[in-house]
């Protein structure tokens, strides 16, 4: 149900020098100004984003924005989606509500169509502008923003589903030796875009509790398109620098795989975190 809530008038209104109060008909028309819904054409404020990953290769995107004028259709003609310059196909039509003031679009993108452009997009100042259009491809209704994808209050998104569809640490071992330990792990890594995608290095930091157990850079690797590739670790430490570490994962304590992942893009390297859980395999 299409509903709006009034909110206080602007305080703080004086009249000019030698004139009398602003009449109480002015205060109404700023108030109402403040709080209307924008007028057909305009795109209507982004306030917050919802993703979730139905599977591996699709994200759902639910953008929530201010309430929109006008009757507002579920099912759509069509729709169009730019992030800062670079337009992001999609593929299957849009769901749009409208109740309790806000306005709803979802849709889901296939991440094997998205431009390798977007890679060298702000993730923390990044431009969204969403298009609804009507069977003859007039615009019914826009919704416009700038989102920071780290910033939680912005951009919601369950990081633990992130990680298990795109990296984990597996088939991690720690054999201890009379002087040294011996750490064994694959990093796997999925891609899931249309295009391969070049890291040109990765620095980690493997630590148990408060104990680092290793810290390494390694050189730059291909992930290709649309597949799952591991990253061999392997390293031998001094037991003793080491030994408290190696007791605690022993014990079963989860060890912290703690990275940077660094990727070429068509503007420049981006920095990609990783923070990853492992247990003994």
Same mark, same amino acid.
């Given at each position: 149900m299409k509903r709006f809530t009034s909110s206080p008038g602007p305080r703080g209104l004086h009249s000019p020098p030698g004139e009398g109060p602003v009449p109480i008909t002015a205060l109404v028309l700023l108030a109402a100004a403040a709080t209307a819904p924008a007028p057909p054409g305009t795109p209507?404020?982004?306030? !917050?984003?919802?993703?979730?990953?139905?599977? &591996?290769? +699709?994200?759902?995107?639910? /953008?929530?924005?201010?309430?929109?004028?006008? #009757?507002?259709?579920?099912?759509?003609?069509?729709?169009?989606?730019r992030l800062g310059d670079v337009?992001?196909?999609?593929?299957t039509p849009a769901d749009?509500?409208?109740?309790?003031?806000?306005? !709803?679009?979802?849709?889901?993108?296939?991440? &094997?169509? +998205?431009?390798?452009?977007? /890679?060298?997009?702000?993730?923390?100042?990044? #431009?969204?502008?969403?298009?609804?259009?009507?069977?003859?491809?007039?615009?019914v209704l826009a919704v416009a923003g700038t989102v920071d994808l780290g910033d939680p209050g912005e951009?919601?998104?369950?990081?633990?589903?992130?990680?298990?569809?795109?990296?984990?640490?597996?088939d991690l071992r720690i054999t201890p030796s009379l002087a040294a330990v011996g750490v064994h792990a694959l990093l796997s890594l999925y891609n899931p875009l249309g295009f391969d995608v070049v890291a040109t290095g990765?620095?980690?930091?493997?630590?148990?509790?408060?104990?680092?157990?290793?810290?390494?850079?390694?050189p730059g690797f291909k992930l290709r398109a649309g597949q799952r590739s591991d990253v061999l670790i392997e390293q031998d430490v001094p037991l003793g620098d080491v030994a408290d570490g190696v007791a605690a994962f022993l014990r079963g304590e989860a060890a912290?795989?703690?990275?940077?992942?660094?990727?070429?893009?068509?503007?420049?390297?981006?920095?990609?975190?990783?923070?990853?859980t492992a247990t003994m395999k």
């Open positions: 209507v404020r982004l306030q !917050r984003v919802s993703l979730a990953l139905p599977d &591996r290769d +699709v994200v759902r995107v639910t /953008l929530h924005a201010a309430a929109a004028s006008g #009757p507002v259709r579920a099912g759509l003609a069509g729709q169009r989606l337009a992001v196909p999609l593929e749009v509500t409208l109740a309790d003031g806000e306005t !709803r679009a979802d849709f889901d993108v296939k991440l &094997r169509s +998205v431009p390798e452009k977007v /890679l060298a997009l702000d993730q923390h100042r990044l #431009p969204v502008l969403w298009e609804g259009l009507d069977a003859h491809g007039a615009l951009v919601e998104v369950e990081a633990t589903k992130v990680y298990d569809a795109y990296a984990h640490v597996s990765l620095e980690y930091r493997l630590a148990v509790g408060t104990q680092q157990v290793l810290a390494a850079k390694r912290q795989f703690d990275g940077t992942l660094v990727v070429r893009t068509p503007d420049g390297e981006r920095a990609i975190p990783l923070h990853l």
